[in-house]
T-cell receptor, first 113, second 110 residues
């Protein structure tokens, strides 16, 4: 399978705590992106990190990328109940007929108020 | 507002009855694509289009058709829907590596 793997599959935390989600992938990439999906609804683009970047911040989000390990992590700081959603990583791969995003399996985050 | 608009949001249909899910973007993006999302299988690409009149198969194209007669529209056509096409469908456009997704179409084929 070309899909990436995300870890953990599900995460439950209290409001105010930090949430960390990890993503591993299999191919060489141009960039890696994180998306959020509220229950069965649309995908919202959160952040994009290019293959030559190691860390990127956007508000309460911090993303790291380790291309040698083919892995990425998403940290949400000071979580809120409204952060409850599924989070997906997706890779935009290099080479071949790769005009697509390859999605991970997702992490279901529940933030308890 | 820059967006990708899909219609309908929800659709229940019967096996074999042709249907079209529309997708329109107002960002003048050249690239558009369709994905389906299924439990345990994640999101998989159905078809994509690099520009007007240029379309190509993704990972799961069987049972689907697309067309790209104009830049803003990329409809997904199911000529003879079957129950295994029950899924949540997303249209997306892309510019400089960043994808914008539509709100999704939940299709049920009975």
């Amino acid at each position: 399978s070309q899909q990436g793997e995300e870890d953990p599959q599900a995460l439950s935390i209290q409001e105010g705590e930090n949430a960390t989600m990890n993503c591993s992938y299999k191919t060489s990439i141009n960039n890696l992106q994180w998306y959020r999906q509220n229950s069965g609804r649309g995908l919202v683009h959160l952040i994009l990190i290019r293959s030559n970047e190691r860390e990127k911040h956007s508000g309460r989000l911090r993303v790291t990328l380790d291309t040698s390990k083919k892995s990425s992590s998403l940290l949400i700081t000071a979580s809120r109940a409204a952060d409850t959603a599924s989070y997906f990583c997706a890779t935009d791969a290099t080479g071949g007929a790769t005009n697509k995003l390859i999605f991970g399996t997702g992490t279901l985050l529940a933030v308890q108020p | 507002e820059a967006q990708v608009t899909q219609n309908p949001r929800y659709l229940i249909t019967v096996t074999g009855k042709k249907l079209t899910v529309t997708c329109s973007q107002n960002m003048n993006h050249e690239y558009m694509s369709w994905y389906r999302q299924d439990p345990g299988l994640g999101l998989r690409q159905i078809y994509y289009s690099m520009n007007v009149e240029v379309t190509d198969k993704g990972d799961v194209p069987e049972g689907y058709k697309v067309s790209r007669k104009e830049k803003r529209n990329f409809p997904l056509i199911l000529e003879s829907p079957s129950p295994n096409q029950t899924s949540l469908y997303f249209c997306a456009s892309k510019y400089q590596g960043t994808y914008t997704f539509g709100s999704g179409t939940r299709l049920t084929v009975v």
